[in-house]
């Protein structure tokens, strides 16, 4: 859903025009762009480095369990400062 509504909510859908340095997208639009476009490359390695940086909890949850889910079968590798992403970790190497 998160995928759907962000596309949904800018002005004029998949049709909406991206400026050339992309400033007419907060950090949060272009954190999910960024997303979407890792998981559309459909690697069998995910590497996210602060994925939820500069996003509201509930897109964050809604992102996190899309992840969940990818990661039975993919590797995901998170660098995080984010609490809340251990509870999605097999194993967390502190450094």
Wanted: glycine letters at 6%.
């Amino acid at each position: 859903m998160w995928r759907k509504g962000f596309i949904i909510n800018l002005e004029g859908g998949y049709d909406y025009v991206l400026n050339d340095d992309g400033n007419n997208l907060s950090g949060g639009q272009k954190k999910r762009i960024a997303i979407a476009r890792a998981l559309v490359k459909n690697a069998n390695i995910l590497l996210l480095d602060e994925i939820t940086s500069a996003l509201d909890c509930d897109t964050e949850e809604q992102i996190l369990q899309t992840i969940k889910e990818i990661s039975r079968q993919k590797t995901v590798l998170f660098v995080t400062h984010n609490k809340n992403i251990v509870k999605y970790a097999i194993r967390i190497v502190n450094i």
